[in-house]
């Protein structure tokens, strides 16, 4: 059983579509969450959608959402892998297009907690380790980088540094959340980001490139999830 955990319904439409998943009442009624399930290549496949804000209707991105859907998806029916799959930025400098897809390795890590004390700033941090991604990367044609997550779509200056530091190649908002709770039930877990936006960009706003690529790289994003998918159903038998 694989748990793809994924923040924006419009991330997850067209996966949820082509593999024909039907939604599964698994949360408290009271919660966003949502989940939609099926089978592919003989793989138990689950989405787990964050849902929606409840005054504003809108998607419910960030690491907050994540954390809770991904407690309590596990706490409901225990996956042998999640995948944090979605959208990103990435920079131009470090090699990075729209519409390339990576993979994480070898961890993920939180870029905008400081707490300039020994001990707490490198747990703050996180640096939690992935699945071993680099042979499917290889051979399905996948870059691979650390990803690092932050509340903020924008790139503020501290967050550059930070990013830099920690080598990230991948910004996303939902990543390092979702591998803290993996790590905590010891799952393994890995991502699949599809890049919307260069934050390294000095000509575009990192919200209009967004906006303008989120269709094109959900495309991308979403075969990049199916063959991920048939990978591991000829490469393991984990995940059935
Ligand atoms: N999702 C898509 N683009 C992003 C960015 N630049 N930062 C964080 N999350 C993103």
């Given at each position: 059983?694989?748990?793809?955990?994924?923040?924006?319904?419009?991330?997850?439409?067209?996966?949820?579509?082509?593999?024909?998943?039907?939604?599964?009442?698994?949360?408290?009624?009271?919660?966003?969450?949502?989940?939609?399930?099926?089978?592919?290549c003989g793989i138990d496949i689950s989405v787990i959608i964050n849902g929606k804000d409840k005054k504003f209707n809108l998607d419910l991105i960030g690491t907050q959402a994540a954390t809770i859907a991904t407690q309590q998806a596990i706490e409901r029916q225990y996956p042998?892998?999640?995948?944090?799959?979605?959208?990103?930025?990435?920079?131009?400098?470090?090699?990075?297009?729209?519409?390339?897809?990576?993979?994480?390795?070898?961890?993920?890590?939180?870029?905008?907690?400081?707490?300039?004390?020994?001990?707490?700033?490198?747990?703050?941090?996180?640096?939690?380790?992935?699945?071993?991604?680099?042979?499917?990367?290889?051979?399905?044609?996948?870059?691979?980088?650390?990803?690092?997550?932050?509340?903020?779509l924008d790139m503020s200056p501290t967050d550059a540094a930070m990013i830099e530091t920690i080598g990230g190649e991948v910004k996303d908002m939902e990543a390092a959340a979702v591998a803290w709770v993996a790590s905590l039930y010891q799952i393994p877990m890995f991502c699949i980001k599809s890049v919307t936006d260069l934050v390294d960009s000095t000509h575009h706003a990192t919200h209009e490139q967004f906006a303008r690529n989120l269709e094109t790289s959900v495309e991308k994003l979403t075969d990049a999830m199916i063959t991920v998918v048939e990978y591991l159903a000829k490469h393991s038998s984990d995940y059935c």
């Open positions: 059983m694989i748990y793809f955990i994924m923040a924006m319904e419009a991330e997850a439409r067209p996966f949820i579509k082509r593999l024909q998943l039907s939604e599964d009442l698994m949360f408290n009624l009271r919660l966003p969450m949502r989940r939609l399930k099926g089978k592919y042998n892998l999640i995948i944090s799959a979605g959208t990103a930025g990435a920079f131009a400098g470090k090699g990075a297009d729209v519409g390339d897809i990576y993979l994480s390795y070898p961890h993920v890590a939180f870029h905008d907690r400081r707490v300039p004390i020994s001990g707490w700033n490198e747990m703050g941090i996180g640096s939690f380790p992935v699945y071993d991604t680099r042979k499917m990367a290889q051979e399905l044609g996948f870059k691979l980088g650390i990803v690092t997550t932050g509340d903020s």
